[in-house]
């Protein structure tokens, strides 16, 4: 018997985070994509790749627990804080705060790791909830991806 199986334990994932399978990427919105690396839902967070092959607002949301983030490539940032995310950066978003994630013209391709610890709250321009994202609607989304392009359970390897 395994000792995962002995334990209950889930095994770890050791990947190579950047895939060549196109089909990996999941698609967001128009040329937004993320690749899954973890959904825990023990804890209710989700680890991923989140890539951006275009200039202008992503999305204005706010996060009930903290975010992390670490840029691989390209740039971005929040309309609310003057600063820039370059390759190397690392973010820590404190729970709570309401933020605009923008990748400006010029960057071609914007790809950051992001450790999300809860939900993921879409808000309008006032403010009120348009919509939500959690570990629950990411395998979800994921599931139905990986079957339309052929390749089944495959999100199962990063459910914990």
Not at 96 to 102: C, F, K, N, Q
Not at 118 to 131: F, H, K, P, Q, V
């Amino acid at each position: 018997m395994k000792f995962e199986q002995a334990t209950g334990i889930q095994p770890e994932i050791a990947i190579p985070a950047i895939p060549e399978d196109e089909r990996i990427w999941v698609p967001q919105a128009d040329n937004v994509w993320f690749r899954p690396l973890l959904l825990n839902t023990v804890t209710g967070g989700w680890s991923n790749l989140l890539r951006v092959r275009k200039s202008g607002v992503l999305s204005r949301h706010r996060h009930p627990m903290i975010v992390t983030g670490y840029v691989i490539k390209g740039s971005w940032r929040y309309l609310e804080h003057d600063w820039v995310a370059t390759e190397g950066s690392f973010v820590y978003e404190p729970p709570g705060e309401i933020h605009t994630l923008v990748v400006d013209e010029g960057v071609p391709e914007m790809i950051t790791f992001f450790t999300i610890s809860g939900a993921m709250i879409y808000l309008d321009a006032e403010g009120r909830t348009t919509g939500y994202e959690d570990v629950f609607s990411k395998i979800e989304m994921c599931r139905r991806h990986y079957h339309a392009v052929g390749l089944g359970d495959y999100v199962d390897q990063f459910i914990r």
